[in-house]
């Protein structure tokens, strides 16, 4: 490694007085360590030897923040949801689920209707917006559907996490109640 020379400015030395008292020891760390320019020197040399470390950038993962992000763009959205209808159980939940099923299978039926009357040479041209639109809601509650599953899911591993909090929680109770019941005797 080839180090740069750099110019050097005539440093003054500090006050005779300031080192009175002290060790070698202690005045060689105070001008070597110290905010002095020999330190700074020091520091320069040690980073173009590559001792010490340049700035590294922050490294940033780039797929990671994008599934934290989706995680909780997707949990807001599951909160806004049992929010907005106000479910007061999973099971609620799940019977919206069932009629979200229903809705999507009477749309699929008259979307393949239309597309069975498309076929035909004198079809009105009504038909394909028509089945577009039939397609946009069976999409809307597609999602809506994947929204109440996970929120379902989501409600029920809080709900075994709580359970397996709760047991651990009697668990250490019960210790120390027999703990302290062998501390009385």
């Known amino acids: 490694c080839r180090l740069k020379y750099t110019k050097q400015t005539a440093h003054t030395a500090p006050p005779a007085n300031s080192y009175a008292g002290k060790g070698i020891l202690q005045i060689f760390f105070e001008v070597f360590f110290g905010e002095s320019q020999m330190h700074r020197l020091y520091l320069y040399y040690c980073y173009q ?19 934290i992000w989706k995680d909780t763009e997707k949990i807001l959205a599951e909160h806004a949801f049992v929010h907005d209808h106000k ?4 099971q609620a939940i799940v019977d919206y689920r069932e009629g979200l099923s229903h809705q999507m299978e009477v749309l699929a039926t008259q979307r ?7 076929r035909r040479k004198n079809a ?3 038909l394909a917006d028509r089945r577009a639109m039939l397609t946009c809601k069976i999409a809307e ?3 809506e559907d994947k929204i109440a599953e996970g929120a379902i ?16 929680q009697e668990q250490h109770t019960n210790h120390t109640r027999r703990r302290d019941r062998s501390r009385q005797r």
């Open 49 to 67: 030897l590559g001792i010490l470390p340049k700035k590294q950038q922050p490294r940033i993962n780039r797929p990671e923040l994008e599934r």
């Open 87 to 90: 479910f007061p159980s999973v």
């Open 112 to 118: 393949t209707e239309i597309a069975k009357q498309m």
């Open 124 to 126: 009105p041209r009504e």
């Open 141 to 143: 509650l597609r999602k």
């Open 153 to 168: 899911k989501r409600i029920q591993r809080t709900q075994e996490s709580n359970r397996i909090d709760r047991e651990n």
